[in-house]
C-alpha cells in the first residue's frame, strides 16, 4: 500500500509538472504568434516602402529628363543670344532701340535660365536627401526583421524542446499509469483471493463445528444405546460401516451417462456449428473480408471464434471418459468420480472462452447498428440479441459454478454435505431450464433479425446463406439444451438419492469404503470360484525347495546358454562376410591368374623369337631381361600392387624356362614375394579400417550436428513466431499510442486556436476602448 501511495503522489506532481509546461507551452506559443504577426507587418511595411522608392526613382528619372530638356533649351537660348549679340554689333548703327530691345530679351532669359538652375538643384537635393533616408530605414528595417527571425527561430526551438518534453512526459506518465494499473490489477485479485480464502476457511471452520457437533451426538447415542462392534474413533476402519455393493445402481448410473453423452455430443456439435458460422457472419457483414478489410475488433473477434474447437471439444472428449469410467465393478458416487472434475476443469474453460468473447460480440452488434442501412427496429433486435448474449453468459456461469461443487467431493472429501447435494443438483436442474429459455429467446429474436435483414437491398447470397446455417445451429443449440433440462429433471430423483452409504448412518460413502467394499465383492466372487473348481494337490515344502533350485540353474544355464548362442552367432555372422571378402578375393585373383597365363604366354613366344643363338647367349638375355624385369618391378611396386604381381610372375615364369637356380632360391622369392603382398594387403586393411572408423566418427558428429540443428532451427522457429507477435503487439500498441497522441496534439492546437481568437477579440476591444477614451478626452479638453 506504501508502494501505491508513493505512485500516487508521484503521478499527481507529475500532473502538476504537466500542467505548468503546457501553461508556459501556451505563453509562448502566443510570443511565437505575436512574433509572426509582427514580421508580417514588418514585412508589408517594407514592401510599402520598397513601393514608395521605386515611385520615387520614377520621379527622379522624369525630373533628370526634364533636366535634360531643360539643359538642351538653355544651350539653344545661349545660342540665340551669341547669334543676337553678333547681330547687334553689326546693328549698333542703327539705332538704340533695337538694342534696348535685344537687352531687354536677354535679361529675360538669362532670368529664366537662373530659376531653371536653382530649380534643378533643389531637385538635386530633394533627391539626395530622400535616396538617403530610404537607404536608412532599408538598413533599419532589414537589420529588425534578422533580429526577428533570430528571435521567432529561438522561439520555435523552445517550442519543439518542450513539445518533445511533453511527450516523453506524457509517454512516462501514461506507462506509470499502465503500471500502476497492473498492480492495482494484482492487488484486486489479491484480495479477492484472500477474501475466497477466508470464505473457504469460515466455511471450513462452520464444517468442522457441525462436524464436531455430530460426532458428539453420535457418541453420544452410541454411548447411550451401546452397540458393540462399532468402532467410534476410526470409523474408516469399521468394517461393518461398509455398505453392500449395488449392481442396479451401477446400471442405471451407466445408463444414465450413456444419455448424458448423447446429448453432450449433441450440444458440442451445435455449439461448434454456432460459433463457426458466427466467425463466417464476421467476415461478411457489416463489412465483406473480400472486397474491403473488417475492422480490428472484428479481426480479433474471428480470431477468438476460430480457437473454439479447443474449448467446445474437450467437453466430449472427458464426458466420453466419465462415461467409459463408469462400469459394473466400480462405486459411482461424487466422492469416486474422478473424471468429473476434469469435464468441471474444461467447462471453466469454455465459460471464460464465453466471457472472453463477449465485449467483441457486443460491440459487433453495435457497428451493424452503426452502419448507414441499418433500421430503428433492426437495431432494437440487435440490443435484444446484446441483452439475450448477456443472459446466457451469466446462465453458463451459474453451470459453472454448480458443477464446480459437484466436483469438489472427489477432490476432498466432506466438501459437500449430503443434505447440499440434493439441493444443488436441483438449483442445475433449474439452471438448465433457464438456459435452455434463454437460447430460445436468442433464436426468436435472431429470426426475428434475419427476416429484417432480407429486406435490405445490400444484403448477398452469401450472407442470407450462413444467416440460415446460423439459424439452424441455433435451432439445434435450443432442443440439445431442451433435451438435456428435461433429462435432468426426469432423472432428479436418482441424482439426488443416496445410492451407497453406510449402515446405520447418513453419511456419504468416502474412497477408503469404496476400495474395501470392491476389495469384499472380490473376494466374494474369487471364493465362489474357488469352491466351484476342485483344489489342486499340494506340494511337500522340500520339494518345493529342490524344485526351486533345479528351477534357479536351469534359469542360470538357459543364460549362459543363450550368451554362447549369441556370440556364435555374432562369430558365424562375421565369418560369413570374411568368407565373402575370400570368394571376392579368389574371384579377382582367378581373373589377375588368366591375364598373367596371356601374358606368359606372349613373353614365352617373344622369347623364343628373339633367343634362337647359343645358351650363352641366351643366359645373358635372359639375365638382361630378369635385370629389366626386377627394374620394371620395382617402378611398378611404386605405382600400383598389380604391376608388382606381374612383374613376379615373369620372372617365375623365366626361371622356370631357363632351369635358372634351385628350388630353394625359387621358393625363397615366391615366399618373399607373397609376403610382401601380405604386407600390403595388411596395410592397406588397416588404412581402410582408419578410414572407415574415420568416416564412422565424422557421421556420427554429422548426425548429432544435424540433431543440433534441428533443435535449434525449432527453437529459432518459435523464437521468430513469438517475435512476430511480439511485433504485431507493439504495432497495435504504436497506432494506438500514435492516435492518442495525435488526438491529444489536433485539441491542443485547437484550444489554442480559439485562445488566441479570444486573445485578439480582446485587444480589439481594448483598442477600440482606447480610441473612446482618447477621443472622450480630446472631447473634454475641447469643451
Not at 547 to 568: A, D, Y
Request: net charge neutral; glycine share 2%; aromatic share 4%.
Amino acid at each position: 500500500m506504501a508502494n501505491v501511495t508513493d505512485l500516487q503522489t508521484k503521478y499527481s506532481k507529475l500532473a502538476q509538472e504537466y500542467s505548468k509546461l503546457r501553461a508556459q507551452n501556451q505563453v509562448l506559443k502566443k510570443g511565437v504568434v505575436d512574433e509572426q504577426a509582427n514580421s508580417a507587418s514588418l514585412k508589408e511595411q517594407l514592401k510599402q516602402r520598397d513601393q514608395s522608392l521605386r515611385k520615387q526613382e520614377q520621379e527622379m528619372d522624369s525630373l533628370s529628363f526634364r533636366n535634360q530638356q531643360l539643359a538642351k533649351r538653355v544651350e539653344l537660348l545661349q545660342e540665340e543670344l551669341a547669334a543676337s549679340e553678333a547681330k547687334g554689333k553689326k546693328g549698333k548703327n542703327k539705332g538704340d532701340s533695337p538694342s534696348q530691345h535685344g537687352l531687354q530679351t536677354q535679361s529675360v532669359f538669362n532670368e529664366d535660365l537662373q530659376k531653371k538652375i536653382e530649380e534643378n538643384e533643389r531637385l538635386h537635393i530633394q533627391f539626395y536627401e530622400a535616396d538617403e533616408l530610404h537607404k536608412r530605414q532599408e538598413g533599419e528595417l532589414k537589420a529588425r526583421l534578422e533580429v526577428l527571425e533570430k528571435d521567432s527561430e529561438q522561439h520555435q526551438a523552445v517550442v519543439d524542446g518542450l513539445t518533445t518534453k511533453y511527450m516523453e512526459t506524457i509517454e512516462r506518465l501514461q506507462s506509470d499509469k499502465a503500471r500502476l494499473e497492473v498492480k492495482a490489477q494484482t492487488l484486486e485479485r489479491e484480495s479477492k483471493e484472500c477474501r475466497l480464502r477466508a470464505e473457504e476457511c469460515q466455511q471450513q471452520l462452520r464444517r468442522c463445528q457441525s462436524e464436531l457437533n455430530r460426532q458428539v451426538k453420535q457418541s453420544s447415542s452410541v454411548i447411550q444405546e451401546k452397540v458393540p462392534f462399532n468402532d467410534t474413533k476410526f470409523s474408516d476402519y469399521n468394517s461393518l460401516n461398509v455398505p453392500p455393493h449395488n449392481r442396479r445402481h451401477q446400471l442405471k448410473a451407466r445408463d444414465v451417462a450413456g444419455q448424458a453423452l448423447t446429448f453432450i455430443q449433441d450440444l458440442v456439435a451445435a455449439l461448434l456449428n454456432f460459433h463457426s458460422y458466427t466467425e463466417q457472419r464476421v467476415h461478411i457483414y457489416p463489412l465483406d473480408s473480400s472486397i474491403e478489410p473488417i475492422t480490428p475488433l472484428n479481426q480479433k473477434f474471428s480470431q477468438y471464434l476460430h480457437e473454439n474447437a479447443a474449448y467446445v471439444r474437450p467437453l466430449e472428449d472427458t464426458f466420453l471418459q466419465l462415461h467409459q469410467s463408469i462400469t459394473e465393478d466400480t462405486v459411482t458416487v461424487l466422492e469416486t468420480v474422478v473424471k468429473l472434475k476434469s469435464f468441471a476443469d474444461n467447462f471453466s474453460t469454455y465459460t471464460h472462452f464465453l466471457q472472453k468473447i463477449l465485449p467483441y460480440q457486443l460491440k459487433s452488434l453495435e457497428e451493424e447498428c452503426e452502419a448507414p442501412l441499418c433500421t430503428a427496429a433492426l437495431t432494437a433486435k440487435n440490443q435484444e440479441l446484446q441483452s439475450d448474449m448477456k443472459r446466457v453468459t451469466s446462465v453458463f456461469e451459474k453451470l459453472q459454478s454448480y458443477i464446480n461443487l459437484l466436483a469438489l467431493p472427489s477432490v476432498r472429501q466432506d466438501a459437500l454435505p449430503q443434505s447440499s447435494t440434493s439441493a444443488v443438483f436441483t438449483q442445475l436442474a433449474a439452471c438448465l431450464h433457464s438456459l435452455h429459455d434463454a437460447i430460445k429467446e436468442m433464436s426468436k429474436h435472431y429470426n426475428q433479425k434475419a427476416s429484417l435483414e432480407q429486406e435490405l437491398p445490400t444484403v448477398t447470397q452469401k450472407l442470407c446463406t450462413t444467416t440460415e446455417c446460423l439459424l439452424g445451429s441455433l435451432g439445434s443449440l435450443t432442443s440439445s439444451t431442451g433435451k438435456i433440462a428435461t433429462f435432468f429433471s426426469n432423472n432428479l430423483d436418482f441424482f439426488t438419492s443416496p445410492g451407497y452409504s453406510p449402515r446405520g448412518s447418513t453419511v456419504a460413502l468416502n474412497p477408503l469404503q469404496a476400495e474395501s467394499m470392491l476389495a469384499n465383492k472380490k473376494k466374494a466372487a474369487a471364493y465362489v470360484q474357488a469352491i466351484k473348481k476342485p483344489r489342486p494337490q499340494s506340494v511337500p515344502y522340500k520339494e518345493a525347495l529342490s524344485n526351486r533350485r533345479i528351477l534357479t540353474s536351469s534359469t542360470e544355464s538357459r543364460e549362459g546358454l543363450t550368451q554362447q548362442v549369441q556370440q556364435s552367432q555374432e562369430k558365424i555372422a562375421r565369418l560369413e562376410q570374411e568368407k565373402e571378402h575370400w570368394l571376392l578375393e579368389a574371384q579377382l585373383g582367378k581373373v589377375r591368374l588368366e591375364k598373367e597365363n596371356q601374358r606368359i604366354a606372349d613373353l614365352e613366344a617373344q622369347l623364343a623369337a628373339a633367343l634362337g643363338g647359343s645358351p650363352d647367349s641366351r643366359t645373358a638375355a635372359a639375365a638382361s631381361t630378369l635385370a629389366q624385369s626386377h627394374e620394371e618391378a620395382e617402378t611398378d611396386q611404386k605405382t600400383a600392387g598389380k604391376e608388382t604381381t606381374l612383374c613376379t610372375s615373369l620372372v617365375r615364369s623365366l626361371l622356370w624356362l631357363l632351369h635358372v637356380g634351385d628350388e630353394e632360391s625359387r621358393e625363397q622369392l615366391i615366399k618373399t614375394h607373397y609376403m610382401a603382398r601380405v604386407g600390403e594387403l595388411t596395410t592397406q586393411l588397416q588404412i581402410s579400417d582408419s578410414k572407415a572408423v574415420h568416416f564412422h566418427s565424422e557421421c556420427r558428429a554429422l548426425a548429432k550436428r544435424l540433431a543440433i540443428a534441428e533443435k535449434s532451427r525449432e527453437t529459432l522457429s518459435e523464437e521468430v513466431k513469438l517475435a512476430n507477435q511480439n511485433i504485431t503487439r507493439l504495432q497495435d500498441e504504436l497506432a494506438t499510442t500514435k492516435r492518442s497522441y495525435e488526438d491529444q496534439l489536433s485539441m491542443m492546437s485547437d484550444h489554442l486556436c480559439s485562445m488566441n481568437e479570444t486573445l485578439s477579440k480582446q485587444r480589439e476591444e481594448i483598442d477600440t476602448l482606447k480610441l473612446g477614451s482618447k477621443g472622450n478626452a480630446k472631447k473634454n479638453k475641447g469643451r
